[in-house]
């Protein structure tokens, strides 16, 4: 089961539609209002990047490798759908989360060490915890997911693809960067693994300058990468439809199958690389031929292109609502809850 999506928990249980996830938040809120009219709060994506950015400060000091950090920031996404964000610490949830990503990704970390980086990182939201705390939140955790705790990633997707479309060390990077981002909206909510992982492939191919490849949000591309993005799912959309209808039928989205030039079944990619482009054509810019090839390979494989629309819109979206984003303004929001409740004793 933990190799394979399909059968995983994650697919049954934490992937959800944004109606249903939107109704989840608003149960939580709507069982104590008072509490959400007391301590207002910043919308939830600049709250993200606020917390994005707290367990990078604590992995760094850690080592911790990146494959553990998105597994915990996946933990700290699936907690806050069954735990109102302001009930809690969210500072010992991230060092919990990390500290329990770090024991199921193989790499752990030492509970006295994690306590001691976090008091250094936050000595006036962090002060009163000690071993014993974290451990009975990362019980806390373990029940509100259910002990669920098996998270596929997009990396794997990037990783055996890039080789398949022939991306450049700054497209590949441009890709890695854009899976990072996504931890900071509800994408890992939403969407399977290998859709997001796509999706980046898409946006390091179209949307990023190569100079600012590794600038995270600053590096989105232009308007003109953006129409050569929306262009090219649309004709991968409409190439699937017709080969759907010239077949007589559809797999259906989201359940890709073996195709001539590449597949995916139960989170694996294999390829027969070499091949020229689809419709038979050899275009002399290689950004074009890479585009083309990377439609054709999504028109014959039943991805779920809809899904990666919505995906690309997603991302671009939360690039322009980090520009507004303004760090002390969330600090100070989730500092006076915690402090006028006591959460951090």
Known sequence: MAANYWESTQRRYWQFTK??????????????????????????????????????RLAKRLGVRQQALATAQVYLKRFYTRVEIRRTNPYLLVATALYLACKMEECPQHIRLIVQEARGLWPETFHGQDT?????????????????????QPYRTLTQLQGEFNLTPEESQAAWQAINDHY??????????????????????????????????NAA????????????????QAQSQARAAAMGGNSGPGTPNLTPQGSFAGGNFSSQ??????????????????????????????IDIEGMIDCTQEIISFYDCHEQYEDLVVRDNIKRFIKARGLDK
Not at 135 to 146: A, K, P, Q, R, V
Not at 192 to 214: M, V
Not at 221 to 236: D, E, I, K, R
Request: proline share 6%.
């Open 19 to 56: 109606e249903e996830l939107a109704a989840m938040r608003q149960k939580l809120e709507d069982e104590d209002p008072n509490l959400v009219h007391m301590y207002p709060l910043p919308q939830l994506r600049h709250i993200n990047i606020y917390l994005n950015q707290q367990f990078n």
């Open 132 to 152: 014993s705390k974290l451990g009975e939140c990362e019980f806390f955790l373990i029940s509100e997911m259910s002990s669920q705790l098996i998270v596929h």
């Open 184 to 217: 900071m909206t509800d994408l890992p909510l939403l969407y399977p693994p290998h859709i997001i992982g796509l999706t980046a492939i898409l946006l390091a191919i179209t949307c990023y300058n190569r100079q600012n490849a590794a600038g995270g949000a």
């Open 221 to 236: 591309g232009n308007s003109g990468g953006l129409v050569m993005a929306a262009n090219a799912l649309a004709h991968a």
């Open 273 to 302: 690389g070499g091949r020229e482009l689809g419709d038979g054509s050899n275009p002399t810019d290689p950004k074009i031929a890479k585009m083309q090839r990377f439609t054709n390979w999504l028109a014959e494989s039943n």
